[in-house]
């Protein structure tokens, strides 16, 4: 993890070093800024063509995650499901980047849309793990149902009205409710247990930066935290990602799981050697083959 921040920071700062400030002549370069959200860091203050400079290159981690749990998930011949969440995942990295980089409200969709469709990804890798999301239950039908009118009307009255707390009170609460489902059903495996808690502890301890950085705008812009939604990109990360493997663990637990790659006959009637030898196969994560933690 320390390997890729210092590989992105070093990007930036090449860049920034290659490329000329052009100051503004007629507006900014893609247009008043006009995002329903704003943040610390000033417009425009690295070069002429990104208004957020280091919020636009942070926002490449879930690019680099997304794309590496993808060519690990289809190596391994995982169930599509995963490979989807790690799609979402790349996606909303690129759309972040480009909301980041224009500050305009077209941009922020780009970002903040693929955020509740990766809501929905998570809860369909836990498909069949859990009553309530179970499709052929009573109780499944509602909670997809629900969760699904619940993102399209949000989504249409946050681009009728551009009011930010639509989409933030909206992903908030479905991603409560995937927490309270996971404390509901928590497995007694450890390493599924593991990343369950990593997830929570990384989108809350994300989210705690990114109010202080909203906070801190008003009593120091520019100086104190301008660069706190950094943290918030790389712990939010870690935490999608996190829930990936989570979901990966649940699979393998209730035999969703699809025979992947190097499985051995006998492993089937080894859940710890199965769980072992999917998770053991992502790079950013803390366990080895034999389920000893790297950290």
């Not at 959200?37 to 417009?43: D, M, R």
């Amino acid at each position: 993890a320390a390997r890729v921040v210092a590989a992105m920071a070093a990007v930036g700062a090449m860049a920034a070093a290659s490329v000329p400030y052009v100051p503004e002549t007629d507006g900014p370069f893609w247009g008043k800024p006009d995002s329903a959200v704003t943040f610390c860091e000033k417009n425009y203050d690295v070069v002429f063509f990104i208004a957020e400079f280091m919020n636009s290159i942070s926002s490449l981690i879930y690019v680099i995650f997304g794309i590496e749990g993808i060519i690990r998930s289809i190596h391994l011949n995982l169930n599509p499901s995963t490979i989807g969440c790690f799609v979402v995942l790349t996606v909303i990295g690129f759309g972040s980047t480009i909301f980041h980089a224009t500050m305009r409200f077209w941009g922020e969709l780009f970002d903040e849309i693929p955020m509740l469709l990766l809501c929905i990804a998570f809860l369909i890798a836990q498909t069949s793990t859990h009553y309530l999301l179970t499709s052929t239950t009573l109780g499944g039908m509602i909670t997809y149902s629900l969760v699904v009118i619940s993102i399209a009307l949000g989504i249409y009255l946050y681009i009728q009205f551009h009011v930010y707390s639509i989409f933030l009170d909206l992903f908030t609460g479905i991603t409560v409710f995937g927490i309270l489902l996971g404390l509901s059903s928590l497995p007694n495996n450890y390493m599924a247990r593991w990343y369950f808690w990593a997830t929570v502890v990384s989108i809350v301890a994300g989210k705690i930066f990114w109010e202080i950085e909203q906070k801190l705008c008003y009593v120091s812009p520019y100086i104190i935290g301008n660069y706190f939604h950094v943290i918030w990109h790389i712990l939010s990360c870690y935490a999608a990602y996190f829930w990936v493997l989570y979901t990966c663990c649940l699979q393998v637990e209730f035999g969703l799981m699809n025979r992947f790659k190097g499985m051995h006959p006998t492993d089937d009637a080894n859940l710890e050697h199965r769980l072992r030898k999917v998770c053991s196969a992502f790079f950013f994560q803390p366990f080895n083959e034999r389920g000893k933690s790297l950290l």
